[in-house]
């Protein structure tokens, strides 16, 4: 594959998610710079410090994007998501002739349903923008929902490296000294050999599915079956006592918020992935870059069936797909999958090469460099 030409123009990136904090918006925002600076001059305004921050970052970043693309003849300006399109618009306002671009993930969407000054505020603003990357299709629609020129839009999913987190060695061979390793206190509590290692990774929130999941899935899977929540969130209190209510303490197991390493290994050193999210007002999957990370390490997605989980997951490619809230098909795959090691394993083998040939950087740093280069000045 040739090596792209670089751009003749600077471009500007703000954003409001960045490293050291972790999630999808901030992966995507790390990696999306990261990528564009192999072909471009790049500038990057970013937000380090978490929610707390943002009612600083976002007048500082005004003032900093403004003297940039004065003084450094910036021609356009990525937005990380449109809680940043105001932003845009002070930018668009004073330099006419510049592009601004900006990422729409769902949520920045969902917030306009919560609060009526976002929408006179941040809907009017992105639909100015110049382009619209929306990291699903299912955030196209919504993105249609609120009235943004489906001409702006364009689809690039969330992508991932997809060698960062495999580590072959591990899921290949003995994980009972690893386990007890990384979590002594699990390895206590299970067999790593013997139980089958459900994973569930992500911030606990009601649309993740995870009490419904224990409370109707769990108990008609095999005893063997275990499941390790590694995150935190604002549900956890009822997602444990959903545990205690059911008995399931010493099937259900808590990591809390894990490290990079930690995450790594879980990647490799869990059975398969579940992500059974059901359908919450006010709050969507706007893609699931979890299940692309697991795909990429041979660990299975078995996800819902739902919202940007679809472009995420091809069923039987790089996962399953199945019906949100569906108990009957939850428990009859799951069960499969723990009966039938070897077709487990080959679709892990083919979620890999699957995530490989669609979503890795470079595939994905690509098209966003195919798209601004049609902004081009």
Known sequence: MDKPKKLNYPILFVTRTYPPVIGGMEILSFNLTKKIAEFAETYIIKNS???????????????KAIILVFFKKIKLVHLSDGVLAPVGMVLKTLFPRIKVVSNIHGLDLAYAEQLR????????AIRRLDRIFA?????????????????????IPNGT????????????????????KYFPAV???????ENFIILSLGRIVKRKGLAWFIKDVMPDLPKR??????????????VRQTVNDGGMQNRVLFLGFVTEKEKKFLLNGCDILVMPNIKTPGDREGFGITAIEAGSCELV???????????????????????????????????????????????????RRHVKENFDWSVIGRKYLEEFRKLEP
């Open 49 to 63: 410090y978490g929610r707390k921050n943002l009612p600083f970052f976002i007048p500082w970043a005004t003032i």
């Open 117 to 124: 000054l976002y929408s006179y505020t941040n809907i009017w």
């Open 135 to 155: 990291v699903s299709n299912d955030v196209k629609t919504v993105c249609l929902k609120y009235g943004i020129d489906v001409n702006k839009i364009t689809v």
């Open 161 to 180: 490296n997809a060698e960062e987190f495999y580590l072959p060695d591990i899921r290949n061979n003995k994980k009972r000294k690893l386990w007890e």
């Open 187 to 193: 390895a206590e509590s299970i067999d790593p050999e």
């Open 225 to 238: 079956a275990v499941l390790v929540i590694a995150s935190s969130g604002p549900d956890e209190e009822k």
């Open 301 to 351: 997605p078995v996800v819902a069936d739902l919202e940007g989980l679809k472009d995420a997951i091809e069923d039987h490619k790089n996962g399953l797909r199945l019906p949100s809230k569906n108990k009957a098909k939850f428990v009859e795959t799951i069960k499969y999958l723990i009966d039938n090691p070897k077709y487990r394993i080959e679709l892990g083998r083919k979620a």
